[in-house]
T-cell receptor
Framework: EAQVTQNPRYLITVTGKKLTVTCSQNMNHEYMSWYRQDPGLGLRQIYYSMNVEVTDKGDVPEGYKVSRKEKRNFPLILESPSPNQTSLYFC???????????FGQGTRLTVV | DAKTTQPPSMDCAEGRAANLPCNHSTISGNEYVYWYRQIHSQGPQYIIHGLKNNETNEMASLIITEDRKSSTLILPHATLRDTAVYYCIVRPSGSARQLTFGSGTQLTVLP
């Protein structure tokens, strides 16, 4: 089954404690991205990657890092999380020339 | 990307057709219309896309006006599971990259 898998689904952490949210896709897609979703602000793109070792900033990259060492994986790293990064996060993938983006189930992060 | 305008909310009776409008009056010739939906806090789900011709798949139909300034997503027989936020997105070329989500339309299907 074609899917994008994120882990963990839920996470509560404390300010400043580094964390990583993993994302993996099994469709051999070149393009992967991370979004965050906040009430009243909708879905906003954080980072994206067009292929292995190619990443770039989206609309709200501050406080986040990503890496793309393998085609299937695109982890989101919060080096020093802060409460304003409390949000619902989604990973997505698509072929570079494809019409359909596939989204993960989401990770609900709370930073206290 | 061209800006889209959607009504914030709509209701539809179960079993009836749900018609969700979208205005995109500044759309350019190479821009496609995409529709996604998001069922409560789940990841967005692709529904359909089109350039200028009407399109139909197993989920929905997409009707694009001749001047391409607006479109309508039609769910022919809405069910309770179709209750979701529906997003109309316009973007260049046939690519799913860098989707810009607006506020969408909250569709509530009523029993």
């Amino acid at each position: 089954e074609a899917q994008v898998t994120q882990n963990p689904r839920y996470l509560i952490t404390v300010t400043g404690k580094k964390l990583t949210v993993t994302c993996s896709q099994n469709m051999n897609h070149e393009y992967m991205s991370w979004y965050r979703q906040d009430p009243g602000l909708g879905l906003r793109q954080i980072y994206y990657s067009m292929n292995v070792e190619v990443t770039d900033k989206g609309d709200v990259p501050e406080g986040y890092k990503v890496s793309r060492k393998e085609k299937r994986n695109f982890p989101l790293i919060l080096e020093s999380p802060s409460p304003n990064q409390t949000s619902l996060y989604f990973c997505a993938s698509s072929p570079l020339q494809g019409y359909e983006a596939f989204f993960g189930q989401g990770t609900r992060l709370t930073v206290v | 990307d061209a800006k889209t305008t959607q009504p914030p909310s709509m209701d539809c009776a179960e079993g009836r057709a749900a018609n969700l409008p979208c205005n995109h009056s500044t759309i350019s010739g190479n821009e496609y219309v995409y529709w996604y939906r998001q069922i409560h806090s789940q990841g967005p789900q692709y529904i359909i896309h089109g350039l200028k011709n009407n399109e139909t798949n197993e989920m929905a139909s997409l009707i694009i006006t001749e001047d391409r300034k607006s479109s309508t997503l039609i769910l022919p027989h809405a069910t309770l599971r179709d209750t979701a936020v529906y997003y109309c997105i316009v973007r260049p070329s046939g690519s799913a990259r860098q989707l810009t989500f607006g506020s969408g339309t909250q569709l509530t299907v009523l029993p």
